[in-house]
Protein backbone atom coordinates (compact mmCIF):
# COMPACT_ATOMS: atom_id res chain seq x y z
CA UNK A 1 0.00 0.00 0.00
CA UNK A 2 2.68 2.27 1.13
CA UNK A 3 4.55 0.83 -2.95
CA UNK A 4 1.29 2.60 -4.30
CA UNK A 5 1.12 5.84 -2.36
CA UNK A 6 4.62 6.61 -3.34
CA UNK A 7 3.97 5.68 -7.54
CA UNK A 8 1.05 7.83 -6.89
CA UNK A 9 2.73 10.67 -6.13
CA UNK A 10 5.69 10.05 -8.11
CA UNK A 11 3.82 10.30 -10.81
CA UNK A 12 1.77 13.29 -9.71
CA UNK A 13 4.99 15.07 -8.85
CA UNK A 14 6.21 13.99 -12.90
CA UNK A 15 2.53 15.88 -14.32
CA UNK A 16 2.83 18.36 -11.94
CA UNK A 17 6.48 19.07 -13.59
CA UNK A 18 5.12 18.46 -17.24
CA UNK A 19 2.16 20.67 -16.17
CA UNK A 20 4.58 23.48 -15.32
CA UNK A 21 6.38 23.06 -18.23
CA UNK A 22 3.71 23.37 -20.77
CA UNK A 23 2.61 26.39 -18.68
CA UNK A 24 5.36 28.16 -18.16
CA UNK A 25 6.59 30.42 -20.94
CA UNK A 26 10.03 31.45 -22.05
CA UNK A 27 12.26 33.50 -20.79
CA UNK A 28 13.81 36.64 -22.73
CA UNK A 29 16.54 38.97 -21.26
CA UNK A 30 18.89 41.58 -22.49
CA UNK A 31 21.75 43.75 -21.32
CA UNK A 32 23.54 46.41 -22.49
CA UNK A 33 27.20 47.47 -21.95
CA UNK A 34 29.05 50.10 -21.80
CA UNK A 35 25.80 52.39 -21.36
CA UNK A 36 28.38 55.54 -21.93
CA UNK A 37 30.94 55.63 -24.80
CA UNK A 38 32.23 58.25 -27.28
CA UNK A 39 30.82 58.58 -31.26
CA UNK A 40 32.00 55.51 -32.95
CA UNK A 41 32.57 53.26 -29.94
CA UNK A 42 31.24 49.75 -29.82
CA UNK A 43 27.97 48.78 -27.53
CA UNK A 44 27.29 45.23 -27.25
CA UNK A 45 24.14 44.54 -26.53
CA UNK A 46 23.42 40.76 -25.78
CA UNK A 47 19.74 38.89 -25.66
CA UNK A 48 18.91 35.70 -23.86
CA UNK A 49 16.50 32.95 -24.74
CA UNK A 50 15.94 30.45 -22.11
CA UNK A 51 13.03 27.90 -22.46
CA UNK A 52 11.62 25.56 -19.95
CA UNK A 53 12.47 22.31 -22.16
CA UNK A 54 14.94 22.81 -25.33
CA UNK A 55 15.39 24.62 -28.39
CA UNK A 56 13.96 23.13 -31.64
CA UNK A 57 16.17 25.89 -33.23
CA UNK A 58 18.24 28.79 -32.76
CA UNK A 59 15.27 31.81 -32.07
CA UNK A 60 14.73 34.56 -34.87
CA UNK A 61 16.44 37.29 -34.12
CA UNK A 62 14.55 40.72 -35.47
CA UNK A 63 16.70 43.43 -36.98
CA UNK A 64 17.20 45.78 -35.60
CA UNK A 65 16.78 49.99 -36.33
CA UNK A 66 18.27 52.80 -34.12
CA UNK A 67 18.37 55.99 -36.47
CA UNK A 68 22.21 57.30 -35.75
CA UNK A 69 23.47 53.76 -34.65
CA UNK A 70 25.08 51.32 -37.13
CA UNK A 71 23.95 47.81 -36.19
CA UNK A 72 25.64 44.90 -36.79
CA UNK A 73 24.53 41.12 -35.54
CA UNK A 74 27.17 39.63 -34.40
CA UNK A 75 27.79 36.98 -37.13
CA UNK A 76 28.93 34.54 -33.87
CA UNK A 77 26.85 31.39 -33.48
CA UNK A 78 25.26 31.70 -29.72
CA UNK A 79 26.55 31.04 -26.77
CA UNK A 80 24.73 27.63 -25.21
CA UNK A 81 22.87 28.10 -21.84
CA UNK A 82 21.60 25.77 -18.74
CA UNK A 83 20.12 27.17 -15.42
CA UNK A 84 17.99 26.23 -12.72
CA UNK A 85 14.64 28.26 -12.56
CA UNK A 86 12.17 26.78 -9.91
CA UNK A 87 13.84 23.79 -9.43
CA UNK A 88 14.07 22.58 -13.03
CA UNK A 89 16.75 22.84 -15.84
CA UNK A 90 16.14 25.28 -18.45
CA UNK A 91 18.28 25.67 -21.27
CA UNK A 92 18.69 28.27 -23.99
CA UNK A 93 21.01 30.57 -26.03
CA UNK A 94 22.80 33.70 -25.26
CA UNK A 95 23.12 36.36 -28.56
CA UNK A 96 24.65 40.02 -29.44
CA UNK A 97 24.36 42.82 -31.61
CA UNK A 98 27.13 45.21 -32.19
CA UNK A 99 26.01 48.91 -31.99
CA UNK A 100 28.29 52.22 -33.68
CA UNK A 101 26.64 55.10 -32.30
CA UNK A 102 27.05 57.59 -35.48
CA UNK A 103 26.40 61.21 -33.56
CA UNK A 104 26.17 62.33 -30.16
CA UNK A 105 23.20 61.63 -27.95
CA UNK A 106 20.40 59.35 -25.70
CA UNK A 107 19.87 56.53 -28.01
CA UNK A 108 17.17 53.24 -26.92
CA UNK A 109 16.89 50.29 -28.22
CA UNK A 110 13.32 49.80 -30.29
CA UNK A 111 10.29 47.52 -29.39
CA UNK A 112 11.28 44.33 -30.76
CA UNK A 113 10.73 40.71 -30.29
CA UNK A 114 12.15 37.24 -30.97
CA UNK A 115 10.62 34.29 -32.37
CA UNK A 116 11.25 30.90 -30.14
CA UNK A 117 10.35 27.32 -31.06
CA UNK A 118 10.70 25.07 -28.36
CA UNK A 119 9.82 21.49 -27.01
CA UNK A 120 7.04 20.97 -24.58
CA UNK A 121 5.63 16.84 -24.50
CA UNK A 122 7.17 15.87 -27.48
CA UNK A 123 5.47 18.63 -29.01
CA UNK A 124 6.62 22.08 -30.90
CA UNK A 125 5.75 25.21 -29.59
CA UNK A 126 6.38 28.32 -31.01
CA UNK A 127 6.27 32.11 -29.19
CA UNK A 128 6.75 36.08 -30.08
CA UNK A 129 8.40 37.35 -26.88
CA UNK A 130 9.68 40.99 -26.21
CA UNK A 131 12.50 41.69 -25.85
CA UNK A 132 13.21 44.46 -22.83
CA UNK A 133 14.45 48.25 -24.13
CA UNK A 134 17.92 48.99 -23.05
CA UNK A 135 19.25 52.88 -22.83
CA UNK A 136 22.66 53.67 -23.92
CA UNK A 137 24.40 57.56 -24.69
CA UNK A 138 27.19 58.57 -26.39
CA UNK A 139 29.58 61.76 -26.56
CA UNK A 140 32.51 63.80 -28.92
CA UNK A 141 35.44 62.85 -28.29
CA UNK A 142 37.66 66.01 -27.47
CA UNK A 143 38.48 67.99 -30.42
CA UNK A 144 35.92 66.43 -32.52
CA UNK A 145 33.18 68.84 -33.98
CA UNK A 146 29.20 67.63 -34.47
CA UNK A 147 29.26 66.16 -38.35
CA UNK A 148 32.71 65.60 -38.16
CA UNK A 149 33.43 61.46 -39.26
CA UNK A 150 35.09 59.79 -36.53
CA UNK A 151 37.03 56.44 -36.69
CA UNK A 152 37.14 54.79 -32.93
CA UNK A 153 39.21 51.53 -32.87
CA UNK A 154 41.68 50.21 -29.86
CA UNK A 155 44.54 49.95 -32.06
CA UNK A 156 45.34 51.09 -35.80
CA UNK A 157 48.09 50.64 -38.53
CA UNK A 158 47.94 52.78 -41.91
CA UNK A 159 50.22 50.99 -44.70
CA UNK A 160 51.35 51.91 -48.54
CA UNK A 161 52.39 50.03 -50.91
CA UNK A 162 53.71 51.41 -54.57
CA UNK A 163 54.51 49.31 -57.36
CA UNK A 164 56.98 49.13 -59.90
CA UNK A 165 58.97 51.85 -57.71
CA UNK A 166 58.91 55.06 -59.07
CA UNK A 167 61.65 55.30 -60.92
CA UNK A 168 62.97 55.66 -64.57
CA UNK A 169 58.67 56.02 -65.30
CA UNK A 170 57.83 57.40 -69.31
CA UNK A 171 54.39 58.06 -70.14
CA UNK A 172 52.36 54.87 -71.21
CA UNK A 173 53.72 53.51 -67.99
CA UNK A 174 51.41 52.54 -64.98
CA UNK A 175 51.84 52.98 -60.99
CA UNK A 176 50.08 51.37 -58.88
CA UNK A 177 49.47 52.40 -55.31
CA UNK A 178 47.67 50.74 -52.39
CA UNK A 179 46.65 51.96 -49.25
CA UNK A 180 45.90 49.48 -46.14
CA UNK A 181 44.06 50.48 -43.23
CA UNK A 182 43.89 47.72 -40.66
CA UNK A 183 42.09 48.21 -37.17
CA UNK A 184 41.11 46.60 -34.01
CA UNK A 185 37.77 46.72 -32.20
CA UNK A 186 36.01 48.38 -35.04
CA UNK A 187 34.25 47.28 -38.43
CA UNK A 188 35.21 47.48 -42.14
CA UNK A 189 32.40 49.61 -43.38
CA UNK A 190 33.03 52.10 -40.59
CA UNK A 191 36.93 52.36 -41.82
CA UNK A 192 37.95 56.17 -43.62
CA UNK A 193 37.88 55.96 -47.10
CA UNK A 194 40.54 57.33 -49.06
CA UNK A 195 39.82 57.80 -52.49
CA UNK A 196 41.87 58.83 -55.69
CA UNK A 197 41.92 62.65 -56.64
CA UNK A 198 42.11 63.45 -60.10
CA UNK A 199 45.57 64.42 -60.96
CA UNK A 200 45.99 66.46 -64.18
CA UNK A 201 48.42 64.41 -66.53
CA UNK A 202 47.46 61.06 -64.69
CA UNK A 203 44.42 58.98 -65.23
CA UNK A 204 43.17 56.28 -62.13
CA UNK A 205 41.89 53.17 -62.46
CA UNK A 206 40.68 52.20 -59.23
CA UNK A 207 39.30 48.78 -57.91
CA UNK A 208 36.56 48.65 -55.69
CA UNK A 209 37.63 48.65 -51.61
CA UNK A 210 38.10 45.25 -50.57
CA UNK A 211 36.58 45.34 -47.42
CA UNK A 212 37.49 42.19 -44.57
CA UNK A 213 36.28 41.59 -40.84
CA UNK A 214 38.40 39.40 -39.21
CA UNK A 215 36.82 37.55 -35.72
CA UNK A 216 39.41 37.46 -32.68
CA UNK A 217 40.18 34.07 -32.00
CA UNK A 218 42.38 32.82 -28.82
CA UNK A 219 41.70 35.93 -26.88
CA UNK A 220 43.24 38.46 -29.74
CA UNK A 221 40.98 41.55 -30.73
CA UNK A 222 38.53 41.48 -34.18
CA UNK A 223 40.33 43.08 -37.01
CA UNK A 224 38.76 45.03 -39.41
CA UNK A 225 40.94 45.62 -42.67
CA UNK A 226 40.11 48.33 -45.92
CA UNK A 227 42.09 47.90 -48.96
CA UNK A 228 42.22 50.53 -51.74
CA UNK A 229 44.14 49.90 -55.09
CA UNK A 230 44.48 52.41 -57.81
CA UNK A 231 46.31 52.47 -61.38
CA UNK A 232 47.49 55.69 -62.56
CA UNK A 233 48.54 55.57 -65.95
CA UNK A 234 50.81 58.42 -66.63
CA UNK A 235 49.93 60.49 -69.70
CA UNK A 236 52.31 63.23 -69.88
CA UNK A 237 55.44 64.50 -68.54
CA UNK A 238 56.42 66.03 -65.99
CA UNK A 239 56.71 66.07 -61.69
CA UNK A 240 53.72 64.17 -59.59
CA UNK A 241 53.27 63.54 -56.30
CA UNK A 242 50.18 60.99 -55.01
CA UNK A 243 49.14 63.48 -52.24
CA UNK A 244 50.21 62.21 -48.63
CA UNK A 245 47.35 60.30 -46.50
CA UNK A 246 46.30 61.70 -42.97
CA UNK A 247 43.63 59.34 -40.40
CA UNK A 248 42.50 60.68 -37.45
CA UNK A 249 41.48 58.28 -35.24
CA UNK A 250 39.91 57.89 -31.43
CA UNK A 251 42.42 55.69 -29.35
CA UNK A 252 40.24 53.88 -27.18
CA UNK A 253 42.46 52.68 -24.90
CA UNK A 254 44.65 55.69 -23.83
CA UNK A 255 41.02 57.74 -24.42
CA UNK A 256 42.81 60.12 -26.86
CA UNK A 257 43.11 61.47 -30.68
CA UNK A 258 45.98 60.14 -32.33
CA UNK A 259 47.19 60.50 -36.01
CA UNK A 260 48.66 58.23 -38.78
CA UNK A 261 50.03 59.48 -41.88
CA UNK A 262 51.14 58.26 -45.17
CA UNK A 263 54.05 60.48 -47.22
CA UNK A 264 53.31 61.34 -50.47
CA UNK A 265 54.88 59.69 -53.36
CA UNK A 266 57.23 61.53 -55.29
CA UNK A 267 58.06 60.76 -58.99
CA UNK A 268 58.97 62.07 -62.22
CA UNK A 269 57.81 61.03 -65.67
CA UNK A 270 60.31 61.23 -68.77
CA UNK A 271 58.78 61.79 -72.08
CA UNK A 272 58.19 58.75 -74.50
CA UNK A 273 58.35 59.63 -77.97
CA UNK A 274 55.64 57.28 -79.67
CA UNK A 275 53.58 57.64 -76.14
CA UNK A 276 53.57 61.54 -76.90
CA UNK A 277 53.00 61.26 -81.15
CA UNK A 278 50.22 58.81 -80.58
CA UNK A 279 48.21 60.90 -77.64
CA UNK A 280 48.29 64.39 -79.35
CA UNK A 281 47.10 67.85 -77.75
CA UNK A 282 44.60 67.39 -74.69
CA UNK A 283 41.65 68.32 -76.45
CA UNK A 284 38.56 67.04 -74.42
CA UNK A 285 38.79 69.39 -71.56
CA UNK A 286 36.31 72.20 -72.87
CA UNK A 287 33.94 69.56 -73.41
CA UNK A 288 34.32 68.41 -69.71
CA UNK A 289 33.26 72.30 -68.77
CA UNK A 290 30.44 72.31 -70.86
CA UNK A 291 29.42 68.71 -69.77
CA UNK A 292 29.60 69.83 -66.05
CA UNK A 293 28.16 73.70 -66.72
CA UNK A 294 24.99 71.44 -68.55
CA UNK A 295 24.89 68.93 -65.62
CA UNK A 296 24.57 71.75 -62.95
CA UNK A 297 21.68 73.87 -64.78
CA UNK A 298 19.81 70.64 -65.17
CA UNK A 299 19.64 69.97 -61.47
CA UNK A 300 18.70 73.47 -60.22
CA UNK A 301 15.67 73.10 -62.82
CA UNK A 302 14.86 69.29 -61.74
CA UNK A 303 14.88 70.59 -58.30
CA UNK A 304 12.49 72.95 -58.89
CA UNK A 305 10.14 71.36 -61.23
CA UNK A 306 10.04 67.94 -58.98
CA UNK A 307 12.13 65.74 -61.34
CA UNK A 308 14.70 64.92 -58.72
CA UNK A 309 13.26 61.14 -58.56
CA UNK A 310 13.80 60.64 -62.38
CA UNK A 311 17.19 62.58 -61.84
CA UNK A 312 18.27 59.55 -59.41
CA UNK A 313 17.26 57.29 -62.18
CA UNK A 314 19.37 58.71 -64.73
CA UNK A 315 22.53 58.74 -62.58
CA UNK A 316 22.08 55.22 -62.01
CA UNK A 317 21.74 54.60 -65.52
CA UNK A 318 24.93 56.76 -65.77
CA UNK A 319 26.61 55.16 -63.46
CA UNK A 320 25.70 51.87 -65.12
CA UNK A 321 27.32 53.30 -68.41
CA UNK A 322 29.74 54.04 -66.89
CA UNK A 323 30.67 50.47 -65.50
CA UNK A 324 30.11 49.35 -69.04
CA UNK A 325 31.88 51.90 -70.68
CA UNK A 326 35.27 51.31 -72.82
CA UNK A 327 37.32 53.17 -70.90
CA UNK A 328 36.04 50.84 -67.29
CA UNK A 329 36.96 47.52 -69.66
CA UNK A 330 40.32 49.16 -70.05
CA UNK A 331 40.96 50.31 -66.86
CA UNK A 332 40.35 46.64 -65.93
CA UNK A 333 43.07 45.38 -68.44
CA UNK A 334 45.74 47.77 -66.84
CA UNK A 335 44.86 46.51 -63.48
CA UNK A 336 44.96 43.07 -64.78
CA UNK A 337 48.82 43.83 -66.06
CA UNK A 338 49.74 45.27 -62.85
CA UNK A 339 48.60 42.10 -61.14
CA UNK A 340 50.85 40.32 -63.45
CA UNK A 341 48.76 37.01 -63.92
CA UNK A 342 48.85 35.83 -67.55
CA UNK A 343 45.51 34.19 -68.22
CA UNK A 344 43.36 36.99 -66.19
CA UNK A 345 45.79 39.45 -68.76
CA UNK A 346 44.46 37.73 -71.71
CA UNK A 347 41.15 37.28 -70.68
CA UNK A 348 40.56 41.68 -69.51
CA UNK A 349 42.24 42.33 -72.89
CA UNK A 350 39.75 40.66 -75.19
CA UNK A 351 37.34 41.97 -72.79
CA UNK A 352 37.98 45.10 -73.45
CA UNK A 353 38.69 44.61 -77.51
CA UNK A 354 34.95 42.95 -77.79
CA UNK A 355 33.70 46.25 -75.44
CA UNK A 356 35.83 48.73 -78.08
CA UNK A 357 34.22 46.29 -81.35
CA UNK A 358 30.47 46.77 -80.01
CA UNK A 359 31.42 50.98 -80.84
CA UNK A 360 33.68 50.99 -83.97
CA UNK A 361 33.67 47.12 -85.40
CA UNK A 362 37.27 46.48 -84.30
CA UNK A 363 37.04 42.83 -83.20
CA UNK A 364 40.09 41.38 -83.86
CA UNK A 365 43.70 41.64 -82.42
CA UNK A 366 44.45 41.64 -86.50
CA UNK A 367 42.57 44.56 -87.75
CA UNK A 368 43.35 46.85 -84.11
CA UNK A 369 46.80 46.26 -84.55
CA UNK A 370 46.48 47.69 -88.44
CA UNK A 371 44.19 50.62 -87.67
CA UNK A 372 46.38 51.50 -84.60
CA UNK A 373 49.92 50.74 -86.60
CA UNK A 374 50.89 49.00 -83.41
CA UNK A 375 52.68 46.14 -84.76
CA UNK A 376 54.45 46.00 -80.90
CA UNK A 377 51.10 44.87 -79.64
CA UNK A 378 50.59 42.49 -82.10
CA UNK A 379 54.18 40.66 -80.88
CA UNK A 380 53.08 40.85 -77.21
CA UNK A 381 49.61 39.44 -78.00
CA UNK A 382 51.33 36.68 -79.61
CA UNK A 383 54.15 36.01 -77.30
CA UNK A 384 51.62 35.80 -74.27
CA UNK A 385 49.03 33.55 -76.21
CA UNK A 386 52.42 31.48 -76.85
CA UNK A 387 53.11 31.21 -73.47
CA UNK A 388 49.79 29.76 -72.25
CA UNK A 389 48.95 27.88 -75.31
CA UNK A 390 51.55 26.47 -77.67
CA UNK A 391 53.23 23.10 -77.09
CA UNK A 392 56.37 23.27 -75.53
CA UNK A 393 58.45 23.46 -78.83
CA UNK A 394 56.79 26.02 -80.40
CA UNK A 395 57.68 28.14 -76.83
CA UNK A 396 61.31 27.66 -77.66
CA UNK A 397 60.74 29.04 -81.47
CA UNK A 398 58.85 32.18 -80.18
CA UNK A 399 60.18 35.23 -81.00
CA UNK A 400 61.30 36.77 -77.90
CA UNK A 401 58.92 36.91 -74.40
CA UNK A 402 56.41 39.30 -72.94
CA UNK A 403 56.13 41.44 -69.98
CA UNK A 404 52.93 42.66 -68.45
CA UNK A 405 54.38 46.42 -68.45
CA UNK A 406 55.66 46.07 -72.27
CA UNK A 407 51.87 45.10 -73.39
CA UNK A 408 50.54 47.86 -71.26
CA UNK A 409 52.52 50.36 -72.47
CA UNK A 410 52.12 49.45 -75.84
CA UNK A 411 48.08 48.71 -75.36
CA UNK A 412 48.15 52.75 -74.31
CA UNK A 413 50.09 53.77 -77.43
CA UNK A 414 47.84 51.35 -79.87
CA UNK A 415 44.72 52.57 -78.19
CA UNK A 416 45.26 56.19 -78.19
CA UNK A 417 46.46 56.10 -81.82
CA UNK A 418 43.72 54.61 -82.76
CA UNK A 419 41.70 57.39 -81.11
CA UNK A 420 43.44 60.00 -82.70
CA UNK A 421 43.46 58.11 -86.07
CA UNK A 422 39.56 57.76 -85.51
CA UNK A 423 39.43 61.80 -84.69
CA UNK A 424 41.13 62.68 -87.89
CA UNK A 425 39.10 60.95 -90.07
CA UNK A 426 35.87 62.65 -92.01
CA UNK A 427 32.82 61.23 -91.29
CA UNK A 428 31.73 59.25 -94.38
CA UNK A 429 28.33 60.74 -94.41
CA UNK A 430 30.09 63.78 -95.22
CA UNK A 431 28.56 67.17 -93.61
CA UNK A 432 25.52 67.49 -92.52
CA UNK A 433 24.68 70.85 -92.99
CA UNK A 434 26.60 71.96 -96.37
Not at 209 to 228: K, S
Not at 320 to 348: D, H, K, M, N, W
Not at 411 to 420: D, N
Amino acid sequence: MTTLRFGSCLIALLLLQAGAAWAATPIVRSRIAPTEVVVGEEVRLVVEVIVPTWLLGAPHLPELEIGGVVVVASGESGLNLTESVGGVTWSGVSNEYVLYPQRAGAFETPAASVGVTYSVDGRSVSAEMPIPVQRFAARLPPGVEAGDRVLVASGLELTQDVEPRPEGLLVGDALRRTIRIRAQKTRAMLLAEIGAAPIDGLSPYSDTPRLVDTPGRRGAEPTAERVESTSWILERPGSYALPAVTVRWWNVVDQRMETASLSAVEFRVAPNASVDAAMGPDRGWWLVGIVAAVAVGLFVLAARRGWLAAGRRGALACLERARRSERAYFGAFVRATQRGEPRAILAAFFAWLDRRARADGTATVESFVAESESPELGREISSLEASLFAAQETRRRADGTWSPAALRRNAVVARARAAESSNDEPSPLGPLNP
